[in-house]
């Protein structure tokens, strides 16, 4: 027997009377979005940002997301489109997400207590594991307790944005996964808690190439926190 065509298809335009648009969401969207690129991290129309909200017909919630094609640093509040989570319908606005919106809402749908999702094609991330380092490493005693769990590196040919299958096998294990040769993707309970991750682990990154230059430099070897501190500070975030 043949398998069911899906009830629905991503981005298919089927407007629900019951959502409204909140204007203090799609407020605080934009405003964080600007904030994101205001710190550097955004590059023409990639990454992507996504906020949760409760309805009660969507058991899962409804997703704020901009649509493909659009900026994080330019949007405006009228570019928002709302989403359902489990079959990415557009049930408010009329533009096509981006095929990154895949991935936040699998995310989403796999990981209740996370209601906001980032994902942002990190410089320093893609030049320091191009460089040859195998993972970020930790040299701060407060990284670990605000991520609270291990980041999750993805090879470079596994895309989780076109295929999400896989991402039910790490999610619940980890609060920001490193996509070699694409970026990060950082999960939190709030947009404010998602944000601040994202410069907790950027000024990681950070202090990573200021420490491998300066020992470089200086002959010595980089002191970082070791993995078994970090699994206690994850335990006590």
Not at 21 to 29: E, L
Not at 33 to 40: M, N, T
Request: aromatic share 8%; charged share 20%.
């Amino acid at each position: 027997m043949n398998n069911p065509q899906p009830l629905y298809q991503v981005n298919e335009y089927t407007p629900d009377p019951r959502v409204t648009f909140d204007p203090a969401v799609g407020g605080t969207y934009v405003r964080y979005a600007h904030r994101l690129a205001a710190r550097g991290y955004v590059q023409s129309t990639l990454g992507g940002m996504v906020i949760r909200v409760p309805h009660a017909n969507y058991p899962d919630g409804l997703a704020y997301a901009k649509p493909a094609g659009v900026s994080l640093e330019e949007m405006g509040i009228d570019d928002l489109v709302i989403t359902d989570i489990p079959f990415g319908r557009v049930l408010y606005g009329n533009a096509a997400t981006s095929v990154g919106h895949q991935m936040n809402r699998e995310i989403l749908r796999l990981r209740p207590d996370v209601n906001c999702v980032i994902h942002l094609h990190h410089d320093e991330t893609i030049a320091v594991l191009a460089a040859g380092c195998e993972e970020i490493k930790s040299f701060s005693l407060t990284f670990s307790y605000l991520m609270q769990k291990p980041l999750v590196y993805l090879p470079a040919h596994l895309n989780v944005e076109e295929d999400v299958a896989p991402i039910k096998t790490f999610i619940q294990d980890t609060n920001c996964i490193v996509m070699k040769r694409h970026g990060i993707t950082v999960l939190g309970r709030n947009v404010s808690e998602c944000y601040h991750r994202v410069n907790v682990y950027a000024t990681e990154v950070k202090r990573q190439i200021i420490v491998e230059l300066l020992c470089g430099a200086k002959g010595t070897t980089p002191e970082c926190i070791t993995k078994e501190q970090m699994e206690w500070m994850f335990s006590r975030g």
